[in-house]
């Protein structure tokens, strides 16, 4: 019952910065805790940061605090993540998540193809 569609993938020299879009939708689409994973090719999905429903508390990996910064609006059902910093370590499709309770298996969208590179 959950949609999510990611858009705002594309090419970005290293160094630069990106913002993915996330628009989601759900019963109570207030109460889902969302978030970014990302994968590489030839790689495992790897976690990259959430923003739980309750007090909009946020989480980060290691590989990208301090560079990405996630974010939502509610009254849009939009999530942001703000990339900056890019290295072609980055590279990989990004993909929205979103869970009603932590833990629970995520709903994931279509994903955004990011590749950084000169």
């Known amino acids: 019952q959950v949609q999510l569609v990611e858009s705002g993938g594309g090419l970005v020299q290293p160094g630069g910065s990106l913002t993915l879009s996330c628009v989601y939708s759900?019963?109570?689409?207030?109460?889902?805790?969302l978030g970014w994973y990302r994968q590489a090719t030839g790689k495992e999905r790897e976690w990259g940061a959430t923003?739980?429903?309750?007090?909009?508390?946020?989480d980060y990996a290691d590989s990208v605090k301090g560079r990405f910064a996630i974010s939502r609006d509610n009254a849009k059902n939009t999530t942001w993540l703000q990339m900056r910093g890019l290295n072609p370590e980055d590279t990989a499709t990004f993909y929205c998540?979103?869970?009603?309770?932590?833990?629970?298996?995520?709903?994931w969208g279509q994903g955004t193809q990011v590749t950084v590179s000169s």
């Open positions: 759900g019963h109570i689409p207030e109460d889902l805790n």
């Open positions: 923003i739980h429903a309750i007090g909009m508390t946020t």
């Open positions: 998540t979103a869970t009603w309770r932590t833990g629970a298996v995520p709903y």
